[in-house]
């Protein structure tokens, strides 16, 4: 292999007019938020997904945090998540006083266990977070059923699983409320951002009223009243219209950048899912009902120790990987809330084993063969 090889796990790159953008939105004298390529973003978003509102956020933190206040989430009040996923997911609902239920995953897509959902179920269930990982779709017509069925809430965290389906219909359009991130390492970012997706039109006008610091500044700008006031709690979730600007430049151009992230995909899938089975190393699963955004390739290693081995031995040739999540019941917190090893058996194993390989909208065939190379090299 050549000398001095890097092959980061992440690295932005400009794919459209993400530069002409954020000239415009400075020439328009308007880089606050809610300026014109908020409003723009938002209408892609809508009319992308079918979804009645959609509205940027700062992060995909931010916009958990909204649905929480959204749903009225009260101290005490159970709120039920996969314990396999990024800590804002019950953070935002925590925020609020809730008590978190952590539930196990599937063990074929890594995403939270439908037939484990109903034993958790009390009277204070509140909301079920399903967490989309990868972007391959949870079991939502077992979901939606049962929160259905109980009355629960249900926030789907689609923070990896923008333009990902499930049954032919869009991740993020069958919860009351969805969420997106933009975080650097997604598909289409802007470095920071996210977004609410709102289904139940109940929530809209309050949402507009939350993110903006609790008052009917959007309804002022609207001429709906003739001056602004604090109507409610809130907090500033709104998006830079400099950063909505580099949004829309990826938005815009989202096919493009789907196909580039699905031939990646592709490639990693087509040079080792045959060599992972003959290894005892599993790929990714994506059942035929879902249709995946080729956020991530992952690899679920034989064990931690050899885990760990691969990523210093890749890191030695220059290729840098990275494992998550470390289990939320076994967190700190999460034991303050009574959770114990053997809770969530799948989440604790495959926290241990999985390892995620570079992936970016600019990974060159060259470079994704440097990786499959020192992948299969590995002796295990
Ligand atoms: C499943 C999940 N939810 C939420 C987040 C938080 O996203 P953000 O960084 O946009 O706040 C992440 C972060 O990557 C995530 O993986």
């Known amino acids: 292999m050549a000398e001095n090889i890097r092959v980061d796990f992440n690295k932005p790159s400009l794919m459209g007019n993400e530069m002409a953008y954020i000239q415009e939105a400075i020439e328009r004298r308007h880089i606050s938020g809610d300026g014109t390529f908020t409003k723009r973003s938002q209408e892609y978003l809508q009319q992308a997904l079918g979804v009645p509102r959609a509205l940027l956020a700062t992060n995909c933190t931010h916009a958990l945090e909204m649905a929480a206040l959204l749903l009225d989430i009260q101290p005490g009040d159970e709120v039920i998540a996969p314990s396999f996923t990024f800590v804002s997911t019950i953070n935002a609902f925590v925020l609020r006083g809730a008590k978190p239920v952590f539930i196990d995953i599937r063990p074929d897509t890594l995403n939270l266990n439908e037939q484990l959902l109903e034993e958790r179920i009390t009277s204070r269930t509140r909301a079920i977070l399903p967490v989309h990982y990868a972007g391959v779709g949870c079991e939502m017509d077992t979901i939606m059923e049962i929160a259905n069925r109980r009355q629960i809430s249900v926030v789907e965290d689609n923070a990896h699983g923008l333009f990902g389906k499930y049954k032919s219909r869009f991740l993020g359009t069958f919860g009351a409320l969805a969420t997106q991130s933009f975080h650097e390492t997604k598909n289409i970012t802007c470095g920071e951002g996210g977004a609410l997706l709102i289904n139940d039109p109940q929530y809209i006008d309050r949402a507009e009223i939350l993110r903006e610091k609790g008052t009917n500044r959007s309804r002022f700008f609207q001429g709906m009243v003739d001056k602004y006031t604090w109507v409610d709690i809130g907090s500033s979730y709104v998006l830079s219209d400099i950063l909505a600007a580099f949004l829309f430049a990826q938005l815009e151009v989202s096919a493009q950048i789907q196909e580039k992230r699905k031939r990646i995909w592709n490639f990693y899938d087509q040079h080792l899912h045959a060599w992972g089975k003959a290894q005892n190393v599993q790929t990714p699963f994506v059942p035929e009902h879902c249709e995946q955004p080729s956020h991530m390739y992952y690899l679920l290693m034989p064990s931690l120790k050899i885990r760990q081995a691969f990523i210093a031995r890749l890191r030695e040739q220059g290729i840098y990987t990275v494992f998550h999540y470390l289990p939320l019941h076994l967190s700190n917190m999460g034991m ?39 992948v299969t090299n590995f002796c295990l």
């Open 336 to 374: 303050e809330y009574g959770g114990k090893a053997g809770d969530c058996p799948v989440t604790e194993d495959v926290s241990d084993r999985l390892v995620r390989l570079p992936f970016y909208n600019s990974l060159t065939e060259e470079e994704q063969s440097l990786v499959i190379e020192a």
